[in-house]
């Protein structure tokens, strides 16, 4: 059964048909999704492209060469080392992983390493004949098994005398301690010292002393060490390193363990489904009740750092396990007082997570209001609560050479608890460690040597990794490069000792810069030095590290910056398994590691001598005073001091480590790589590209690869002599030969490359590949040797049946003559005697031929007799044989029949084994389900007991009660007397508890104040919430700022053009300046003699500048239309510069295609293609930070939304309260009902039991009534402050009115405002990318990077455009002024314009800079250009002219495909934005439609006012027919305005008076919560006054039982009416609670609407006007667009006539290229010639362009805004004819390069489409797998959040259930007592429902005078509202003078408005409106 899952079938290795297959179809590898890679056939080949047939579906495909990589024959089927693979390659090595998996062979070979694949499930080959059949074998002999490996390294100890390691690595769950476990069970088996011979030959593994131990070790360090994560059940969350040391004899005599990177921080958290440690849970579990006592244990939802309860693991019991590691503990001898001390340290730290800390009031200092969990904490670790909350709350802290005590805030003691709690495990797990070393070196004897067993976590890559992922890729950094120096260490040793030379590689050094980029020290220093180094700064943060980072490793090749602004990732470094994004959070904390001290000294002081020892080293522990000093200090003593004895983390890991890498260094290591095949746990599932990544991750593809540098595949010389000696029949002679001889005859033979082997003493080596070749062509020479072999064979039996039918036509003949010559001589006579007379011719021998014949016949009579003698002797024998046989036969008959039998019995035993193995896990199953409900049941049943057993003490008792009472009856009578007298006696103290209610109503007044304090934070977060969602909080500063600025420089602009002659004279000024300029230009001139025809031009243009300043002052529109298409052109330019210098790369990568053959083209195309996939990674990586980015805006919002419903929580307490007493009263109603129904029952069995029950019920009954009086009270105060809310709320509903209809109107024209922002920003956005273009050339590995960089900054440019609108909205108010008069519209439309300007200015500039770039790089890549084609002409001569005559096609094509693209671009771009710009047009159209046909609405509204308004409309409407008559009748409107503002004032004093009256309204209604909760409190004292009252006088009442018998009538009607009344007063509470939490939510939404509505108010107008003029402005460019693009349409159709002349002349010249092959030296020479022109072209252009940059600087000094502004564009327009004319020339040089213009093109935009394409569709697949991921998240958040309020809520009825059991326990003890209250009682009850009434009628008057003052509020709202209807209507006037009829309808909408609002004021005041 094992040797199924160890041995690889043979036979299906060497199957004839699978090779045959697999030579006929030439089957390869293409890539899959889904299978990683899948088996297909190829077809066909052409160019870089082949034709594929998948072989699962006939499919058939073209995939790229690149991507196919070849299969191995199918000799190489499931081999059990990967290295001796002829194709080393990743589908190979996948698809042999898989196939073994899939057979059951988990364990395979891949050179140094065994992979390991985890089976999900139990295999037979660990038992104890698996390991005798490895014991002794070498690693060849046997199949791959862990136990080989052990096994060789056992061995290799013994025999080398040399140390030995295992390193077991891989992710989590993928089985590298359970590897582990087997390492050590062999060792324990094979090395055991206590081992007889008798022991040996049993079958059960026996151990000494020692080697129990070493395996009683492991369930101890999984206990405290190990966890259930989402990957594995039994996760070990840390890396161990176990030594075991062995003498001479090979004997274990001790062990060693060394732990590393313990993942702490899961002792406090824990993520979903996950657990925590598991001693947490086995304590929990396991423990008896004396020892949770003893450990003062709780339950699982007990403590905090339990996240997640109770979470179990399947197949798993805690408490078996919890006995089973108290029991290692016992065999490893650790006493049991060093047990419950461990076990308090655990139950300690479980007790640390319940401390709770609360912000005081008034100050952020932290207080500890319970102390409960510090007292048991303080139990368990023997300290003092009082020092312990001191040294929390207040720890002392040295500052200077003096202490101070430092008050802590809430988040610091947190911190300070979570620390501690993580140092208490961490030190614990040290100490334990330690114990198991000290019990494991116990022995005496000295060790000889070792074999050390290495655990650790493989390479981790998350999203986002932190400190922890550094350290362990660290590591796993420095096992690579160790595995590496030892691969390259034996591949040395190999070809040394087989005599081959070739140049040694150290691998080990590859990874080298990675490690110097961690640990290096200094110069530069690395991570971890910097990390150190920023630990000791006092104010360094994380981001101080991340910069310091940066700045000394940033040019590091395996560093990397973050890409974007926006990523998480901090930094980025390049590990050997793939880039790691780094976030550095708390990176300084991890490494301090820091605690508080003081707690620390508690802990080291200790009354408990477990705890003390744990904390014996706190002086070397990082103190509060350290972390204090990063913070606020700078260096002080406490730093000095203590640098010698502070250790960070990083550098205790480093050294850790460094002595581990020694250690292994000084061993020979085996390497053992656990894989996990899929994350379900399923057994016999492998997902492909899981196990790739982790192959990547695990190093053994970096192992293939060394391996292909090398000569991967060796084989001896007989091997290879035996199978590949058909390819050579004749090169080895007959006879004996050597076989090195014969292989280097048959390598002659073969002609193979030097370079693809080498022959040594043994082995022939090959390059990976060579074999496989070898192996087709061995297929083909056996195909035609089989062919030959068969025609042979046909041949001869083809020769062999014509020789018989030739014999048979000659037998034929001779018949026929015979018989021919026969009928002739038949009648003749003679014939006729010659026949009779022969036959007589032998009479005369007949004597002698009868002697003759007597002789013979006595030989034979002899020969008879002996053969009859002979005869019966066999005969004889033969009958013996017989009967044995016979015998032989029934004997195997039984045998068969009984083999059959057994064949049959093992075939159904088989069957029913498997399927009692089914029905066993079932039944076990099934089993642990009925354990589990037994065990419920049994404590159920002895819960009913202990309640049956106290129900019968409870009836006992009452019973002997009932006697008692019917004793005591007498004596009652004479003590009513005396009740009468208390009864006084409780009324003063009645008068007393009036007083105390007093006292309590005060105390409810500042908690009222509190609420209030509470409020106002819930605003203030209302007022973040709007900040987030906004998301430009960080740039609103700055953007105020220039607004300001903005603000004053507008004002200067109108004073200059209110004075008119002033610009005049400036305008002088500015010339008389440019007269100097030229004077500086001519002594300029006369300096650069050189220059002097380019300067002149220049002043030309200069000149004509300065004549268009004159003419831009009336037509700034036009020129800015002149600026956007000499941009255009200018675009063009550059955009036709980068494609000539993306057709020189296209020219490299043509020339390295042809020259495929040489090796520095085959090392270019490497290059290219590195770089290429370099690109897509960052195309990848971008989309992954794209999507990361959105995912962050989400969790932005999300917690948006989840600080709103954090704050509706928290206004929700005082409700919470409530409910949980109303909860509290319902369930003692319930548990009334039920004691009732049992009480009437036992009235009719028992008469006795009855009166004392009914005693319980009158008690219980008072109680309810009680319960139902705060109820009453309650409601009563809910309803009033719900109906006071109500009030409020319809106030300000009130006053939102009137601003409905304007808010739809401004939301509206705000969005078209936005959107027509948007459509600048999309301007700016273009000219952003060309910019990112044109570095494309400088920076070609980072293009993608800088474009979404470029697409970054036009996202922020959009976000700061509408930060700027928002804020010129906000600040509407102070702009009243600016629009009142059209004039200062236009000033404002000049202003952007100017801003506009300026922007292109700065813009032109970095084109120019950037453009200058483009030719220094376009330089630099002809020069590349030129010394390839040196090379080339060198090295292939005879193509030459051939490649040169492509070279020129290649060019021309180039050309005219960058010409096309341009065009296309352009005509596309065009047709972008005048599609966007009519949409915005139509969209502005509709909606000044809508704002139309909404004033001719108000118009017919607003009929009261259409008098005035007619007057002042007909006054104003002349005032808006020029510019001219609005300036004189400028003072008239400054006369209103400020008519205006007095108005404001007004109204903004009567705001305020409505402000302060609700102000005043929201006390009272403190005012009367603060009464209700006092009230409340008093009457609760009363009662329990009243309750311990009548527990004195319960002896005295029990006279009183006779009349109560009386009485039970009136008292069952009572609790009927009471009943009836409780469920009224639930209905009214829910209902209450509903309207209250209604209200809340209006009102936070309307304290958010307020604000914007009053905002929008002032904006409404403003925004009107500025989209108008917006709206003209689009139409504009939406017509110059249109023209543009016919312009584009033309340009087109004559590129498509172009492209058809290149087609005929492509035809043409290929001819050409066919017939003339002697034009070689012209054409070079004309190539030169036209670069040459090129070259001084471009020289020509960098001049004129650096010549133009001084004069622009010149000019910016000289002139102002307007001046700059037209220099620029004359510059612009100078530097794009030049460019258009320099761009004529160069078509005119290439119009000859045309030819092959259609099939670049084609070839070219069918690989941009595809792709862009394909990343499209990755793109939007992956948005929609974000927000589908989002919406789970969402829905899985709000899931949780329900069922974990469901789960407070069963857990509070559970512990108020219980509470209530105690209760009623006591109540039925007390029962007999209480039914002698009940008539008092009553009585009471009816003198509080009085009380109740009164109070309720008191509510209603406060109610009524709410009300009354809230219609006053209203009639104060309405008078508002009148004078706010005049301010509207003078606000409006303003932007009816600019544009007439406009402004009409603009006051008319906003009387309308105001009607509208009456009309909501009438609804509220007579009908009350919905809202």
Not at 894 to 906: D, G, Q, W
Not at 1305 to 1314: A, C, E, F, G
Not at 1432 to 1446: A, T
Not at 1664 to 1677: G, N
């Amino acid at each position: 059964m094992a040797e199924k899952y160890l041995f690889v079938d043979k036979d299906f290795m060497n199957n004839p048909l699978a090779q045959a297959d697999w030579s006929a179809k030439k089957l390869v590898w293409v890539p899959s999704e889904r299978h990683g890679f899948e088996a297909a056939s190829l077809k066909e080949e052409a160019g870089e492209d082949a034709l594929v047939e998948l072989a699962e579906n006939g499919k058939k495909v073209r995939v790229s060469k690149d991507d196919i990589q070849k299969m191995n024959p199918p000799k190489f089927s499931k081999v059990e080392d990967m290295a001796e693979l002829t194709c080393l390659n990743e589908a190979s090595v996948l698809h042999n992983l898989k196939e073994r998996y899939y057979s059951g062979l988990i364990y395979t070979y891949s050179g140094l390493f065994c992979v390991v694949i985890n089976p999900y499930k139990n295999l037979p080959i660990y038992s104890e004949e698996i390991v005798e059949m490895y014991k002794g074998k070498k690693r060849h002999e046997m199949p791959p098994h862990i136990y080989a490996i052990t096994d060789t390294a056992y061995r290799s100890m013994m025999q080398d005398r040399e140390d030995q390691s295992i390193l077991c690595t891989g992710e989590s769950g993928a089985g590298k301690t359970e590897n582990t476990k087997k390492v050590i069970q062999y060792l324990a088996h094979v090395a055991s010292s206590h081992k007889s011979k008798k022991e040996q030959q049993s079958s059960v593994l026996s151990y000494g002393e020692l080697e129990r131990q070493l395996l009683q070790a492991n369930p101890i360090l999984e206990a405290f060490g190990n966890a259930k994560t989402v990957k594995n059940d039994n996760s070990s969350r840390f890396g161990k390193f176990i030594r075991i040391n062995f003498d001479v004899t090979g004997y274990i005599v001790g062990a060693n363990i060394e732990t590393y990177l313990l993942e702490k921080s899961r002792a406090i958290r824990q993520a979903k489904d996950e657990r925590a440690f598991h001693i947490f849970y086995y304590l929990m579990t396991g423990a008896g009740d004396k020892l949770k006592k003893e450990l003062l244990l709780e339950g699982y939802s007990s403590y905090r750092f339990l996240s997640n309860g109770n979470v179990t693991i399947p197949g798993q019991q805690d408490k078996d396990l919890f006995n089973e590691t108290m029991d290692a503990m016992g065999i490893m001898g650790i006493p049991e007082e060093e047990q419950l001390g461990l076990l308090k340290v655990v139950s300690g730290v479980l007790q640390l997570g319940n401390i709770s800390f609360k912000k005081e009031r008034n100050t952020d200092q932290a207080s500890m209001p319970d102390n409960t969990a510090a007292q048991k904490l303080c139990r368990l670790m023997g300290m003092s609560v009082t020092d312990f909350s001191r040294a929390i709350l207040s720890p002392r802290i040295k500052v200077g050479r003096d202490y101070v005590q430092k008050a802590q805030t809430k988040e610091q003691a947190d911190f300070a608890v979570e620390a501690l709690a993580k140092a208490t495990y961490e030190r614990l797990f040290r100490w334990l460690v330690l114990r198991i070393n000290k019990a494991l070196d116990k022995t005496k004897r000295q060790g000889a040597s070792f074999i050390g067993i290495l655990d650790i976590a493989g390479f981790e890559i998350f999203e986002l990794n932190s400190f922890e992922q550094l350290c362990i890729n660290y590591t796993n950094e420095k096992l690579q490069q160790l595995f590496n120096h030892t691969m390259f260490i034996l591949e040395q040793e190999e070809y040394q000792r087989e005599g081959i030379e070739w140049s040694f590689i150290d691998f080990g050094l590859d990874l080298q810069p990675c490690i110097d980029l961690i640990e290096r020290p200094a110069h530069p220093p690395g991570v971890l030095a910097l990390l150190d180094e920023e630990c000791w700064f006092p104010k360094a943060t994380d981001k101080t590290f991340v910069e310091k980072l940066v700045q000394e490793q940033g040019t590091h090749p395996k560093f990397q910056k973050p890409r974007q602004l926006k990523d998480k990732a901090d930094f980025c470094i390049m590990h050997y398994a793939g880039r790691v994004d780094y976030k550095a959070d708390e990176w300084l904390l991890k490494n301090m590691d820091p605690l508080n001290d003081n707690v620390a000294t508690l802990l080291h002081q200790s009354s408990d001598k477990f705890v003390a020892e744990l904390w014996k080293d706190v002086d070397r522990i990082v103190g509060l005073d350290q972390v204090a000093g990063m913070n606020e200090t700078a260096f002080g003593s406490s730093y000095k001091t203590k640098k010698g004895m502070f250790r960070t983390v990083g550098q205790l890991y480093k050294e850790s480590l460094t002595k581990l890498m020694a250690t292994l260094r000084n061993t020979n290591p085996n390497f053992v790589r656990c894989i996990i095949p899929n994350h379900e746990k399923r057994a016999g599932k492998l997902d492909p590209h899981l196990v790739l990544d982790q192959l990547r991750c695990n190093g053994v593809l970096e192992g293939i690869r060394i391996c292909r540098q090398g000569f991967p595949n060796r084989i001896i010389f007989q091997e290879f002599r035996q199978r590949y000696e058909i390819l050579t029949p004749n090169a080895i002679p007959k006879g004996f030969m050597d076989g090195k001889q014969a292989c280097e005859r048959m390598i002659r033979a073969l002609e193979l490359d030097l370079n693809l082997f080498r022959i040594g003493q043994s082995k022939i080596f090959f390059r990976a590949g060579v074999l496989a070749h070898l192996e087709e062509e061995r297929d083909l020479k056996i195909t035609d040797i089989i062919i030959y072999f068969q025609a042979v064979c046909r041949g001869f039996l083809a020769r062999k049946a014509f020789a018989k039918k030739q014999q048979q036509l000659s037998a034929l003949k001779v018949l026929q003559r015979n018989c021919a010559a026969y009928l002739k001589l038949r009648h003749w006579q003679w014939w006729r005697l010659f026949t009779k007379v022969k036959p007589l011719l032998q009479v005369t021998r007949q004597e002698e031929e009868m002697l003759a014949k007597d002789e013979e016949l006595v030989k034979v009579k002899e020969k008879q007799s002996k053969v009859e003698g002979e005869m019966v002797e066999m005969e004889r024998k033969h009958q013996q044989l017989l009967e044995e046989k016979n015998i032989l036969a029934e004997q195997l008959q039984a045998e068969t029949e009984l083999f059959a039998e057994a064949e049959e019995m093992r075939a159904r035993l088989a069957a029913k084994k498997q399927e009692l193995e089914e029905i066993l896990h079932d039944l076990e199953s099934r089993v642990e389900e009925e354990e589990e409900r037994n065990q419920g049941l049994q404590n159920e049943k002895k819960k009913m007991q202990t309640h049956i057993q106290d129900l019968e003490e409870q009836l006992d008792e009452e019973e002997a009660a009932r006697q008692k009472l019917q004793l005591e009856k007498v004596t009652a009578e004479g003590k009513i007397k005396k009740l009468e007298d208390e009864v006084l006696i409780m009324d003063d103290q009645n008068n007393k508890l009036q007083k105390e209610k007093k006292l309590l109503e005060e105390r409810i007044g500042d908690l009222s104040t509190n609420m209030a304090e509470e409020e106002e934070k819930s605003k203030n977060l209302t007022k973040l919430k709007n900040k987030h969602e906004s998301m430009i909080s960080e740039l609103e500063v700055r953007l105020k700022k220039e607004e300001k600025a903005r603000q004053e420089l507008d004002k200067g602009k109108r004073k200059l053009e209110a004075e008119s002659n002033d610009l005049q004279e400036q305008i002088a000024d500015l010339q008389a300046q440019i007269a100097e300029l030229k004077a500086q230009l001519a002594k300029k001139e006369e300096e650069l003699q050189n220059a002097l025809g380019r300067l002149e031009d220049e002043t030309a243009q200069k000149n004509n500048a300065l004549k268009k300043i004159r003419e831009l002052e009336g037509h700034i529109s036009d020129l800015q239309e002149d600026l956007d298409s000499e941009r255009a052109a200018r675009n063009k330019a550059e955009k036709y510069k980068r494609d000539l210098g993306e057709e020189l790369e296209a020219l490299k990568s043509e020339l390295e295609d042809t020259l495929d053959s040489t090796a520095t083209q085959q090392e270019l195309r490497t290059k290219r293609e590195q770089e290429v996939t370099i690109l897509k990674r960052a195309l990848e990586e971008e989309s992954r930070s794209h999507e990361a980015q959105m995912q962050e805006m989400r969790q932005k919002q999300t917690q948006a939304v989840e600080e709103l419903t954090e704050q509706l929580e928290q206004s929700k307490r005082v409700k919470a309260n409530l409910d949980k007493a109303k909860q509290a009263l319902e369930k003692e109603n319930g548990e009334l009902a039920r004691d009732v129904s049992s009480l009437s029952q036992a009235k009719q069995e028992v008469e006795h039991k009855r009166k004392k029950l009914e005693g319980q019920l009158t008690d219980l009954q008072a109680k309810y009534n009680d319960g139902e009086k705060q109820k009453a009270e309650l409601g009563e105060r809910v309803s009033k402050l719900s109906n006071e809310l109500d009030s409020v709320t319809n106030l300000l509903n009130e006053a939102e009115g009137k601003t409905i209809k304007l808010n739809k109107d401004v939301s509206s024209l705000s969005s078209q405002l936005q959107d027509t922002q948007e459509l600048l920003s999309e301007e700016t956005r273009m000219k952003l990318n060309v910019t990112t273009r044109m570095r494309q050339v400088e920076e070609e590995r980072n293009t993608l990077q800088e474009q979404l960089d470029e697409e970054v900054e036009a996202k922020r440019n959009v976000e700061r455009n509408i930060s700027t609108l928002n804020i010129q909205l906000s600040d509407s108010k102070k702009k009243l002024e600016e629009f009142v008069s059209s004039v200062e519209l236009l000033e404002e439309g000049k202003k952007r314009l100017q801003r506009d300007l300026e922007a292109a200015n700065t813009q032109f500039e970095e084109k120019a800079s950037a453009y200058d770039k483009l030719e220094k790089t376009k330089n630099r890549v002809q020069q590349e250009l030129e010394d390839l084609i040196v090379d080339l002409d060198n090295q292939r001569q005879l193509v030459s002219n051939l490649e040169k005559k492509q070279k020129k096609f290649d060019q021309m094509l180039a050309e005219e495909k960058s010409i096309s693209n341009k065009y296309a671009d352009e005509r596309d771009r065009a047709e972008a934005e005048a599609r966007e710009k009519e949409t915005r047009a139509l969209s502005l159209a509709r909606a000044l439609d809508e704002a139309q046909v909404s004033r001719e609405e108000l118009e017919r509204i607003n009929k009261q006012l259409r008098t005035e308004m007619e007057d002042l409309v007909s006054s104003k409407d002349d005032v808006g027919k020029s510019v001219h008559e609005m300036e004189k009748s400028k003072r008239a409107l400054e006369t209103q305005v400020e008519e205006m503002k007095t108005q404001l004032e007004e109204l903004e004093d009567e705001l305020q008076a409505t402000e302060d009256a609700k102000l005043r309204l929201e006390v009272n209604m403190q005012a009367l919560k603060a009464q209700f909760e006092r009230d409340l409190q008093g009457r609760d004292e009363q009662s329990e006054e009243k309750r311990r009252q009548l527990g004195k006088q319960v002896r005295e009442l029990e006279t009183e039982l006779e009349d109560e018998r009386k009485q039970r009538v009136l008292v069952g009607t009572a609790k009927k009416k009471l009943e009836g009344d409780l469920k009224e007063m639930e209905g009214q509470l829910e209902a209450v609670t509903k309207g209250r939490d209604e209200a809340i939510k209006q009102l936070r939404k309307i304290q958010g609407q307020v604000k914007d509505f009053q905002r929008e108010l002032e904006d409404a107008c403003n925004a009107r006007e500025e989209v108008l003029a917006t709206a003209k402005e689009s139409e504009k460019k939406a017509k110059s667009l249109e023209a543009e693009l016919m312009q584009l349409q033309e340009d087109l159709a004559a590129a498509e006539r172009a492209r058809k002349q290149a087609e005929a002349e492509r035809d043409e010249l290929a001819d050409e290229l066919s017939s003339n092959t002697s034009g070689k030296s012209a054409i070079v020479d004309e190539k030169r010639r036209l670069e040459a022109k090129i070259s001084a072209l471009e020289e020509e252009l960098e001049e004129e362009q650096s010549s133009m940059e001084m004069l622009n600087d010149r000019l910016k000094k000289a002139m102002q805004q307007t001046e700059q502004l037209n220099n620029e564009l004359a510059s612009e327009r100078s530097t794009s004819q030049k460019n258009e004319s320099a761009r004529q020339q160069l078509e005119r040089q290439n119009k000859e390069l045309k030819a092959k213009l259609q099939e670049m093109e084609g070839a070219i935009k069918s690989k941009f489409k595809t792709s862009i394409t394909s990343l499209e569709a990755k793109v939007q697949g992956l948005e929609e797998q974000l927000e589908q991921e989002a919406r789970e998240k969402q829905a899985s958040v709000k899931g949780l959040r329900q069922k974990e309020k469901k789960l407070k809520d069963m857990l509070m009825q559970v512990e108020d259930e219980r509470k209530q059991a105690e209760q009623y326990k006591d109540q039925a003890e007390k029962a007999n007592a209480r039914v002698k209250q009940l008539k008092r009682q009553l009585e009471e009850s009816e003198e509080e429902a009085q009380r109740i009434t009164a109070a309720r009628r008191k509510l209603q008057r406060e109610l009524d005078e709410a009300t009354e003052s809230s219609e006053a509020m209203s009639r104060e709202v309405a008078a508002l509202k009148n004078k706010l209807r005049r301010g509207n209507e003078v606000s409006f006037s303003a932007p009816r003078r600019g544009g007439g009829g406009g402004g009409r309808r603009g006051v008319i909408e906003a009387g309308g408005s105001d009607e509208e609002a009456d009309g909501h004021d009438r609804d509220f005041n007579g009908t009350k409106a919905s809202e």
